[in-house]
């Protein structure tokens, strides 16, 4: 389960650098590697992106716990 902690918290932080790019600069770095805020890779990126962060909310939770 640690695993693919690290790989959810890796993918969330790739998803927060992307919207301080597009919160900065408006530019979505997925989008212009994929060819568009439409393109099918960009959709599977910004899915990929949401279910991690509902892992990191799992995350959250028992690391909640462990501090209690």
Known sequence: MKILQIIALTVMIIGALNWGL???FDFDLVAAIFGGAT???SKIIYIL???CGLIG???LFELIEDVK
């Open 57 to 59: 909310i799992k995350t």
């Open 39 to 41: 393109a099918l890779g």
């Open 22 to 24: 597009i919160g900065l």
């Open 49 to 51: 992106v949401g279910l």
